[in-house]
């Protein structure tokens, strides 16, 4: 048997591609809102079951104890993710803020109105509910910051800036950067 030896070029190794997208709604009270906003995130997501997020600390004035949950959040991966985050762009009308970038590659951004969304319809027993989608970034080769054994820092040539996310827009999703 003969091996294949695959060569990879320093382009290969700089490849942008979507890690994650997180998308997470905060209620700001536990039962039948939390409930509402759950399927809201269902609906959007394409079956996935989002997961509660609870509380950090008390605040009395707001009636929220420690744990409670007041929040829900679906993680997407792969071509689900893609196919969320080009959705997501289009509701902001292909224009994404250049401050929602941070230096590491990564941007934040935020929805409204979950209907603004193409391909969501408005559901009265749902309601609406504004949301945050957080998008990573990541190149080949990232896996060893977050391995077990033999855990690594990612070089500082490698790492993705600022200006490598807003190319890596423009050119995948023909977003603009104002």
Known sequence: MSEQVIATTEK???RISVDKVVINIGVGKSGEPMEKAKKALVELTGGRQPAARGAKKTVRDFGIHKGEPIGAMVTLRREPAI???KRVIAAKKNVLKESSFDNFGNISMGIHEHIDIPGTKYNPEIGIFGMDV??????????IARKSRKRAKIGKSHRITKEDAIAFFKEQFGAEVA
């Not at 957080?134 to 896996?143: C, E, W």
């Open 83 to 85: 196919d969320f985050l």
């Open 12 to 14: 290969d190794m700089k």
């Open 134 to 143: 957080n998008i990573v970034l990541v190149r080949p080769g990232y896996r």
